[in-house]
């Protein structure tokens, strides 16, 4: 990836909706050049999909967590995830080094709602026990650090994003809402 394809994916994550034209005014070239640039990167595999980005509180899911799952000595890692797919409130998972071997990122409507959620983690065969961290507020999140890119590619907070995430995701810091 070059200069030019680093400026290009900055100007995405600024606005993926900018029009071919106007991403070649801010970065220098054609309507044309630009359409085959993105296509490259989409092909490359840096470019893997579009989205828009939600206020969780907008919808209602003013509660947002961070839960470690631990599983028990037997789980099946792969069942235990295939399992949680089918969780709808599960927005982000990662399976992480430490005593937990997941790390969900949930979103729901109140403390209620993570109460019975909790219930049916619990149920999943293969989890043993949950540690759950109650978010406050968000300072930002979706922020891709645009370090490893070529000089001049930094990206500034998006409120549109080129990602694989094909689930919605919360804007930083815009919904004041615990969670």
């Known amino acids: 990836m070059d200069e030019l394809d680093g400026r290009l994916v900055a100007a995405l994550r600024e606005n993926a909706r900018a029009s071919y034209a106007e991403l070649g005014r801010l970065v220098g070239l054609s309507g044309p050049s630009v359409q085959e640039r ?3 990167l989409e092909e490359r595999g840096v470019l893997t999909g579009y989205r828009a980005l939600v206020r969780p509180g907008a919808v209602g899911l003013t509660v947002t967590s961070l839960i470690g799952l631990l599983l028990s000595d037997n789980a099946d890692q792969n069942a235990v995830v295939e399992r949680l797919v089918g969780v709808p409130e599960i927005e982000d998972c990662w399976f992480v080094a430490g005593e937990e071997s997941y790390v969900v990122k949930v979103r729901v409507a109140d403390v209620d709602a993570l109460e019975e959620l909790l219930g049916r983690l619990l149920r999943v065969e293969g ?19 645009m370090s490893g890119l070529p000089d001049g590619a930094d990206a500034a907070e998006t409120t549109h994003t080129a990602d ?10 815009d919904d004041g809402d615990a969670g």
């Open 38 to 40: 993105v296509r490259r």
């Open 127 to 145: 989890i043993s026990r949950t540690r759950t961290t109650l978010v406050l507020s968000t300072k930002w999140e979706g922020r891709l650090p």
């Open 164 to 173: 694989g995430d094909a689930t919605g995701g919360g804007e930083a810091g």
